[in-house]
């Protein structure tokens, strides 16, 4: 099984940044992506930023422009740096790799983190 520990998360003030960092670890064969999504109160969880195995990278673009996802494969971690928060990035932020286990029959499984609360005071 896959395992994400993710950490980063506080509380800023708005202008402020966050680093949030995610590694996997486990039986992993490969990594298909690894990304964000977030879900603030009473809302649907959505899609920050994506990161692909081919090095692409996504955002949504309500974010574009001031967070920046990386990768370091070699540890499997992701990471989410957040510059020039705003209150309505506020929300639970979790990890989502995308990844062949080494265990596995070859079909892709998607594992999610725990979640870090982010909280920008305005």
């Known amino acids: 099984q896959v395992q994400l520990v993710e950490s980063g998360g506080g509380l800023v003030q708005a202008g402020g940044s966050l680093r949030l960092s995610c590694a996997a670890s486990?039986?992993?064969?490969?990594?298909?992506?690894m990304g964000w999504y977030r879900q603030a109160p009473g809302k649907q969880r959505e899609l920050v930023a994506i990161h692909t195995d081919g090095g692409s990278t996504n955002y949504a673009d309500s974010v574009k422009g001031r967070f920046t996802i990386s990768r370091d494969n070699a540890k499997n971690t992701v990471y989410l740096q957040m510059n020039s928060l705003k209150p309505e990035d506020t929300a639970v932020y979790y990890c989502?790799?995308?990844?062949?286990?080494?265990?596995?029959?070859?079909?892709?499984?998607?594992?999610w983190g725990q979640g870090t609360q982010v909280t920008v005071s305005s």
């Open positions: 989502n790799v995308v990844v062949i286990s080494a265990y596995g029959l070859g079909s892709p499984e998607d594992y």
């Open positions: 486990g039986s992993i064969f490969s990594v298909i992506a």
